[in-house]
Nanobody
Framework: QVQLVESGGGLVQAGGSLRLSCVVS????????LAWFRQAPGKEREERELVAALKWSVGNTYYKDSVKGRFTISKDNAKNMIYLQMNSLKTEDTAVYYC?????????????WGQGTHVTVSS
């Protein structure tokens, strides 16, 4: 059973930065996709947005258009962790951010989820 635990959320002013972390345990991640999703206030679970993702073994990445150039997803092989560096934050980035993993790769539906970490961007 894969387990994911996020950390690093908080309150930040618009224009500021935060780095989210996610530690993954319970499986070798060789063929896995790892991703960051977010669920904005008032949105349903089914409306979670795929923000950024990568394939663990090859490292190719995906970014949602609205975060390109501001967010960076990265990984630490030795620690089985992924990160989301978020710069130039905007109020519309306010959401609960979830780390997710799936042995099939990344996409809108993934098998394993963390509990989420809150990010609030104030104006």
């Amino acid at each position: 059973q894969v387990q994911l635990v996020e950390s690093g959320g908080g309150l930040v002013q618009a224009g500021g930065s935060l780095r989210l972390s996610c530690v993954v345990s319970g499986s070798s991640l060789g063929g896995y996709g790892l991703a960051w999703f977010r669920q904005a206030p008032g949105k349903e679970r089914e409306e979670r947005e795929l923000v950024a993702a990568l394939k663990w073994s090859v490292g190719n990445t995906y970014y949602k258009d609205s975060v390109k150039g501001r967010f960076t997803i990265s990984k630490d092989n030795a620690k089985n962790m992924i990160y989301l560096q978020m710069n130039s934050l905007k109020t519309e980035d306010t959401a609960v951010y979830y780390c997710a993993a799936d042995s099939r790769g990344y996409g809108p539906v993934m098998d394993y989820w963390g509990q989420g970490t809150h990010v609030t961007v104030s104006s």
